[in-house]
Every structure is written in C-alpha cells, then in structure tokens.
T-cell receptor, first 113, second 119 residues
Framework: EPEVTQTPSHQVTQMGQEVILRCVPISNHLYFYWYRQILGQKVEFLVSFYNNEISEKSEIFDDQFSVERPDGSNFTLKIRSTKLEDSAMYFC???????????FGPGTRLLVL | AQKVTQAQTEISVVEKEDVTLDCVYETRDTTYYLFWYKQPPSGELVFLIRRNSFDEQNEISGRYSWNFQKSTSSFNFTITASQVVDSAVYFCALSEAVHYGGSQGNLIFGKGTKLSVKP
C-alpha cells in the first residue's frame, strides 16, 4: 500500500540554524500539506501546496518557513533560522484531490536547543 | 469560523468496556468533511474515517462505529469491547469545502482525547 514517507525521523539542531524536512508524498497525489504538533498539543495546519505553489498558509507559516517541490517526488519544508518554539513534530500529508482524504507521513520530530 | 471541540481530554477504561469519544464541530459551510485520526504512542497519525456533510448514515467498521448528527453538530466515535491496543490519542478533524481564495482543504483538528485501556 502506498504511503507518505518523511526524513529524518528525528532532528536536533541549534537555535538559529536552518533545517530542511523532507517528505515523499504518495506518487499520484497532487496536493501536499505540512502540519505541526507541539508536544502534547493538537495538530496545526501550516501550509498547502498545489501546482508548484502555495495555495493556503496559516498564521504560523511566517517568513522563516518555505516549501518547495524540488523534483517530481520530494516535498520539503525549510525553516531558515530555527527558534526554540519550533520544536515540534512536523507531519507531511498528501491527497489525490482537494476532496479526498489526506494521508499523513510518520512525522519528523524536531528539537531546537 | 471553523472549530473542533473534543471536550474529553483523557479517558481511562478497562479492557472490554465500550467507550465513546465526543466531537463537536462548528462551521458555516454546508459542505464539509469530518475525520477521525488515531495517534498511537509511536506518534504517527492513522486515518480512521472520513464523512461528508451530506451523509448522515452511521458507520460501523468492526469494533469501531461513528455517529454523525448534523442537528447537534457532533461526530462521535465509539469503540466496542475496547482492547489495550486501542490506547492512543484520537483526533477529530474538520475540512471545509474548497473555496476560491479561501479554504483549500486543510484540516482543522480538535485537541484530541487520550484513551487509556487497561488490561
């Protein structure tokens, strides 16, 4: 069964460093999303991406964040200068269309020290 | 504005008990989708069910059942004869219909209910 994959599973970084979180969506999906979950809290929407551009973003997704689909398979989330409060689990999700279910990857647990 | 409320923060039951997880949602849209996801201790989000706003039929899948009531804006989830493996955090989520210049299908999650099933 096709699945969304994410790398790395865990990342520890120093405050101020740049991190890139990688996702490989399900191959025939066209809509891609990033969500985050601060430890013990709810899952929050960050950004959606379609046709090589951002289609919607939340207030959390400020100028420190960017997304890219550098090739036909990867979908990345970059945090330019990490802050302590960026520590969270980051989930990638993909869907075949806007009306279809989003399937989530296993997440990347980011710890900013 | 859209919102999902899961009033039960934590529930603890003994194996074989039935348990119902509550979900109440708010939306101005007439077309929307409701979801339940399971998050086991390992952390991943596992899709359980998706319902659209025009389909109020209750659904049963094995020990799981869902009760969708538009009149009370609720989408409750019942686990029958709970098992230890059901221990997880369960999230209810809402996705509104796609609007030009607006919602593009992103999910709005509730805060989750942590279910502990003891042997």
């Amino acid at each position: 069964e096709p699945e969304v994959t994410q790398t790395p599973s865990h990342q520890v970084t120093q405050m101020g460093q740049e991190v890139i979180l990688r996702c490989v969506p399900i191959s025939n999906h066209l809509y891609f999303y990033w969500y985050r979950q601060i430890l013990g809290q709810k899952v929050e929407f960050l950004v959606s991406f379609y046709n090589n551009e951002i289609s919607e973003k939340s207030e959390i997704f400020d100028d420190q964040f960017s997304v890219e689909r550098p090739d036909g398979s990867n979908f990345t989330l970059k945090i330019r200068s990490t802050k302590l409060e960026d520590s969270a689990m980051y989930f990638c999700a993909s869907g075949g269309s806007l009306l279809e279910t989003q399937y989530f990857g296993p997440g990347t647990r980011l710890l900013v020290l | 504005a859209q919102k999902v409320t899961q009033a039960q923060t934590e529930i603890s039951v003994v194996e074989k008990e039935d348990v119902t997880l509550d979900c109440v949602y708010e939306t101005r849209d007439t077309t929307y989708y409701l979801f339940w996801y399971k998050q086991p201790p390992s952390g991943e989000l596992v899709f359980l069910i998706r319902r659209n706003s025009f389909d109020e039929q209750n659904e049963i899948s094995g020990r799981y059942s869902w009760n969708f009531q538009k009149s009370t804006s609720s989408f409750n989830f019942t686990i029958t004869a709970s098992q230890v493996v059901d221990s997880a955090v369960y999230f209810c989520a809402l996705s509104e219909a796609v609007h030009y210049g607006g919602s593009q299908g992103n999910l709005i999650f509730g805060k989750g209910t942590k279910l502990s099933v003891k042997p």
